[in-house]
T-cell receptor, first 115, second 113 residues
Framework: GAGVSQSPSNKVTEKGKDVELRCDPI?????LYWYRQRLGQGLEFLIY????????KSGLPSDRFSAERTGESVSTLTIQRTQQEDSAVYLC?????????????FGPGTRLTVL | GENVEQHPSTLSVQEGDSAVIKCTYS??????FPWYKQELGKGPQLIID?????GEKKDQRIAVTLNKTAKHFSLHITETQPEDSAVYFC????????????FGQGTILTVHP
């Protein structure tokens, strides 16, 4: 079946512009996670959705970052007034439900480059 | 919060040799430890996991061991093959974190034919 998809696969933008990244989770998965992966580093948690509510936004680096989710479907991560330090791969994962032991299925990521 | 340290950062082995990657974690409440494999240009994929009530788990050529007292866990790959070459990440989470994973920094494994 279809896995997690993300778009665009690559995004190059100028400093100060806003960008919107999209994630389509596996159908029926209620939990959705966003992570950021800087070059040569591990994944950093950004935000978690259960359905369309976000119980944990603790990983969002600043108020320039926001995310929303439509029902138990698509999620968008928006970065306003992008900075060069925002350059990274943004990964989305979905899981049948939240909680320990539920496998997270990752998308291929969106590579964001801020010039 | 949880902190996960992973070593080594790079590992080079000959085909057929074994490879071991080690991780330590800081939060004694963590109770689930997955390992992910990430190939170039792809998202991470779960390869094996272990819960805190188990000391060892094996799946064909890969195994994971957990020492709760020392707060460390390790990935063991035997009879390595070139297709095992990838970046490997360990992670940890606990019941109150609804699955939010804290990742190690990753290990680049290269298996030479």
């Amino acid at each position: 079946g279809a896995g997690v998809s993300q778009s665009p696969s690559n995004k190059v933008t100028e400093k100060g512009k806003d960008v919107e990244l999209r994630c389509d989770p596996i159908s029926g998965h209620t939990a959705l996670y966003w992570y950021r992966q800087r070059l040569g580093q591990g994944l950093e948690f950004l935000i978690y959705f259960q359905g369309n509510s976000a119980p944990d936004k603790s990983g969002l680096p600043s108020d320039r970052f926001s995310a929303e989710r439509t029902g138990e479907s698509v999620s968008t991560l928006t970065i306003q007034r992008t900075q060069q330090e925002d350059s990274a791969v943004y990964l989305c994962a979905s899981s049948p439900r939240a909680g320990v032991g539920n496998e997270q299925f990752f998308g291929p990521g969106t590579r964001l480059t801020v010039l | 919060g949880e902190n996960v340290e992973q070593h080594p950062s790079t590992l080079s082995v000959q085909e057929g040799d074994s490879a071991v990657i080690k991780c330590t974690y800081s939060d004694s409440a963590s109770n689930y430890f997955p390992w992910y494999k990430q190939e170039l240009g792809k998202g991470p994929q779960l390869i094996i996991d272990i819960r805190s009530n188990v000391g060892e788990k094996k799946d064909q050529r890969i195994a994971v061991t957990l020492n709760k007292t020392a707060k460390h866990f390790s990935l063991h790959i035997t009879e390595t093959q070139p297709e095992d070459s990838a970046v490997y990440f360990c992670a940890a989470t606990k019941g109150t974190s609804y699955g939010k994973l804290t990742f190690g920094q990753g290990t680049i494994l290269t298996v030479h034919p």
